[in-house]
């Protein structure tokens, strides 16, 4: 999809309105291709950003109560004004679901990926010593990294 500012350019180019020196050949193609990527790139900061908030609230939750969360809907709205969507993945819909996992899921302190059901929104699991919240999704992002390991920057 493009944006009113990216279509507005290209209209300019194609009326000859706008010249790309030599340095700047580019086809629109290429040009919307570029424009995809960004959006997509856009997208998924937004998800890792969204993923860090899940992160913070359940560290705020476990030094302030003592204790790991059952599930994600007890950091609402003390620690949470509610869960964010995982937005723009995939194969799947944007989604604020929160699929809970046994900590058998965890393997050598990592998300085992064949034990996920690949559904999009969040996945959360926890055992005695490590609590992981997760994006539900086994598809790789524009790193090239699956995005159950992906980590929200907090």
Same mark, same amino acid.
């Given at each position: 999809?493009? #944006?009113?500012?990216? %279509? ?9 309105? +706008?010249?790309? &020196?030599?340095? &700047? ?5 290429? *040009?919307? =291709? =570029?424009?995809? #990527?960004? $959006? ?19 560290? =705020? ?5 003592? #204790? *790991?969360?059952?599930?994600? &809907? $007890? +950091? %609402? ?7 964010? =969507?995982?937005?723009? +993945?995939?194969?799947?819909? &944007? ?10 899921? %965890?393997?050598?302190? /990592?998300?085992?990926?064949?034990? %996920?059901?690949?559904?999009?929104? @969040? ?8 609590? *992981? ?8 992002? +524009?790193?090239?990294?699956? @995005?159950? /390991? ?5």
């Amino acid at each position: 999809m493009m #944006r009113g500012a990216t %279509i507005a350019a290209l209209a300019a180019m194609l009326c000859g309105c +706008l010249t790309m &020196d030599s340095a &700047d050949q580019r086809r629109p193609s290429d *040009i919307s =291709e =570029e424009v995809g #990527r960004s $959006e997509r790139g856009a997208i998924e900061t937004s998800n890792l950003a969204r993923l860090a908030a899940l992160e913070h609230g359940v560290n =705020e939750f476990v030094q302030a109560e003592g #204790r *790991i969360p059952k599930t994600l &809907d $007890e +950091l %609402i709205p003390k620690y949470l004004a509610e869960i964010p =969507e995982a937005a723009g +993945l995939r194969g799947h819909r &944007d989604s604020a679901r929160v699929k809970s996992y046994p900590a058998t899921v %965890i393997v050598d302190g /990592q998300i085992n990926g064949a034990a %996920i059901q690949d559904s999009g929104g @969040w996945g959360y699991a926890h055992n005695d010593m490590q609590v *992981i919240v997760f994006v539900n999704c086994t598809h790789k992002n +524009l790193a090239g990294q699956l @995005w159950y /390991q992906a980590r929200g920057a907090f």
